[in-house]
């Protein structure tokens, strides 16, 4: 399949349920300093990455480090769900703010991915209903998503899309 392209000084969303491989994804694409992740962020304001009581922090921290990051010309990756439209507008708005474009990675998998995934994990506590809410958001999500402010929406529709997915950084 056609590859990815993202602005090599933007920002880039990955979006997708718990369990449906952003983590791992951006792992295997881009740099370790590149990505900000949600869960990094719990756990350096609640030394527990799980903590969603420190949710509200951070996402303070992690919309300072995408801030800080986007203003001095870095490719940011954010590594979060971002299922929820208000998650997504927040981000796309800091984008804008720093005149930079904004794509999105869609990890639109078929269902039993995700919840199969977070199963085996020893990573995560919470349960299956929690996976299926989110993914339940993100497919309310996509009728929406390209007139959310993207400059391109890439949606990977299983995992053989995924897996195979090649990213090339534009100028
Ligand atoms: P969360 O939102 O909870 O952080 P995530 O989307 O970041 O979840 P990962 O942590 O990347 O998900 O992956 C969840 C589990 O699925 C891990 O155990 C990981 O090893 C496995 N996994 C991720 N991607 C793949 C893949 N492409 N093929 C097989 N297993 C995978
Ligand atoms: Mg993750």
Known sequence: SAPITVPARGLVLLVGASGSGKSTFARNHFRPTEIVS?????????????????????????????GIRL????????????????????????ARDHDVLVDAI??????????ERNR?????????????????????????????GFRRVHVLRDVAQADGAAIIREK
Do not use: W, Y
């Open 71 to 94: 203003r001095r010309g870095l490719l940011t990756v954010v590594d979060a769900t971002n299922v929820q439209r208000a998650a997504r507008a927040s981000l796309v708005a800091l």
């Open 38 to 66: 949600s869960d990094v962020c719990r756990g350096l304001v609640a030394d527990d990455e799980n903590d969603q009581a420190a949710t509200a922090d951070a996402f303070d921290l992690l919309h300072h480090l995408v």
């Open 120 to 148: 085996i994990r020893a990573d995560r506590t919470f349960g299956p209903q929690v996976i299926t809410r989110q993914v339940r958001e993100l497919r309310r999500s996509m009728k929406g998503i390209k007139k959310e």
């Open 106 to 115: 869609v990890f639109d998998l078929p269902d039993e991915v995700a919840v």
